[in-house]
């Protein structure tokens, strides 16, 4: 089946440190890439979704500047958290959809840590 | 008011019983409903997948249901076992130019020896 690989899956940082998520399609082309952060036993939150070679559309309350999201291909999206601090530390999973129908895959996910 | 809500919100059973876990959306028009399994600290799984003219699907010992027109969901869990504990979440997909995708909070299940 379709892949997604997310990497890493787990960083721990320094604050003001800034850190880069990967996120791949493996065997598909990706039109569209969606980045969440998810706290414990909490549900997925939409961060952004991200369309290849556009810029992307944040949710309500997510800081632009501070979560930079470049989809520069049909395969890759990155997430990078700049001058992350403690708050920014949580599980954070990039999701691909082909099209805009049935098929949407799921990243392993990366729990970030900042010190 | 969230357009999918799912219940419970945390079920605890013992391994070898059945369960059966709840959705019910308000996502119109409505395109398509999602089950996923997400184990702690990973990425969802797809269990099941299921359009408008499905009400039903298997995969191994889950089955989903859809009711279109109750907008209602279930996903039941036959012969449980313990690699099953995990969190299971429903997403429902609009049929506008967005798409978009609608979360329901996770039903939390256990199961245990």
């Known amino acids: 089946g379709a892949v997604v690989s997310q990497h890493p899956s787990r960083v721990i940082c320094k604050s003001g440190t800034s850190v880069k998520i990967e996120c791949r399609s493996l065997d598909f082309q990706a039109t569209t890439m969606f980045w969440y952060r998810q706290f414990p036993k909490q549900s997925l939150m939409l961060m952004a979704t991200s369309n290849e070679g556009s810029k992307a559309t944040y949710e309500q309350g997510v800081e632009k500047d501070k979560f930079l999201i470049n989809h520069a291909s049909l395969t890759l999206s990155t997430l990078t958290v700049t001058s992350a601090h403690p708050e920014d530390s949580s599980f954070y999973i990039c999701?691909?959809?082909?099209?805009?129908?049935?098929?949407?895959?799921f990243g392993s996910g990366t729990q970030l840590s900042v010190l | 008011k969230n357009q999918v809500e799912q219940s419970p919100q945390s079920l605890i059973i013992l391994e070898g019983k059945n369960c059966t876990l709840q959705?019910?959306?308000?996502?119109?028009?409505?395109?398509?409903l999602r089950w996923y399994k997400q184990d702690t600290g990973r990425g969802p799984v797809s269990l099941t997948i299921m359009t408008f003219s499905e009400n039903t699907k298997s995969n191994g010992r889950y089955t989903a249901t859809l009711d279109a027109d109750t907008k209602q969901s279930s996903l039941h869990i036959t012969a449980s076992q313990l690699s099953d504990s995990a969190s299971y979440i429903c997403?429902?997909?609009?049929?506008?130019?967005?798409?978009?995708?609608?979360f329901g909070k996770g039903t939390s299940l256990l199961v245990t020896p």
């Open positions: 997403v429902v997909s609009a049929f506008n130019s967005g798409y978009a995708l609608n």
């Open positions: 959705c019910n959306y308000t996502v119109s028009p409505f395109s398509n």
């Open positions: 999701s691909a959809r082909v099209g805009r129908g049935e098929k949407l895959f």
